[in-house]
């Protein structure tokens, strides 16, 4: 049974900055929602940013939506599945609906001795790890920082790109590496329908895919693209939900 709702904050210092499109993260603020039950308590942990730039919402708003609107919605017998239902008429704001579902759900398994990967009906328990790397300073600083993931031990590499630092870097990584990498490239939004030609470079690269490359909501751009260039286009800043993820 749901005893009480706890609201923790938080920040910690990222092991190397982390430069994107958006700009560069040297911390990270955090929130965490604990759903404290009789025996156990389950844990949710919020993913917004600090700025609403990767999305439209920001840790500050989520702290106010948490704690102003879905809180006070829960219940003794609050379960995610219910929550869910219940918080349907709150429009968006999924970063915030997510931690406190996340954190009733861990409640849940944790009573029930079930763990997550079993609820959610994995059959593997262990799969390859990729990483996402920032943009460096240098050509040089990207295949080194590179070449230290790829030592321990990931198997596929996504580079962060931005317009005037895009095809070269990928060119030099793919140089130093071979065709064999797996690698991909994410855009976080910065570039329009007009760079298609630019971004048509990129095919002869074979990447995996290229990662949000125009404005989130433009979704007939992302169409529009898809037709001039080869590479297989990722949605991501796109998807706010299953339903969205299923529609598109
Ligand atoms: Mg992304």
């Known amino acids: 049974m749901l005893r009480a709702i706890e609201l923790w904050r938080g920040g910690i210092d990222l092991v190397s900055p982390f430069r994107t499109s958006f700009g560069t993260d040297t911390s990270r603020e955090l929130l965490y929602v604990c759903a404290v039950g009789d025996e156990n308590s389950g844990w949710g942990e919020c993913v917004a940013g600090t700025e609403p730039n990767y999305s439209s919402e920001y840790l500050e708003n989520c702290v106010d939506v948490v704690s102003r609107f879905l809180v006070p919605m829960l219940q003794h017998d609050s379960t995610a599945q219910n929550f869910i239902e219940a918080a349907a008429p709150i429009r968006g704001n999924y970063m915030s609906k997510a931690c406190v579902e996340a954190a009733l759900l861990d409640l849940q398994l944790r ?128 998807i706010t939900s299953f339903d969205t993820a299923r529609a598109h």
Do not use: M, W
């Open 111 to 238: 009573d029930q001795k079930i763990s997550l990967a079993k609820f959610l009906g994995a059959t593997r328990t262990s799969v390859p790890s990729g990483v996402s790397v920032g943009i460096q300073n240098s050509l040089d600083d990207l295949v080194r920082v590179v070449g230290e993931y790829l030592a321990q031990g990931y198997v596929r590499v996504k580079l962060k790109i931005e317009p005037g630092s895009d095809i070269e870097l990928v060119r030099r990584v793919r140089k130093e590496f071979g065709g064999d990498l797996l690698l991909q490239v994410d855009a976080n939004a910065a570039y329009t329908v007009a760079d298609a030609t630019h971004l048509k470079q990129l095919d002869e690269f074979n990447l995996l895919l290229i990662e949000q490359p125009l404005p989130e909501d433009d979704l007939a751009g992302h169409v529009e693209l898809s037709r001039q260039i080869k590479t297989p286009i990722c949605l991501d800043e796109s």
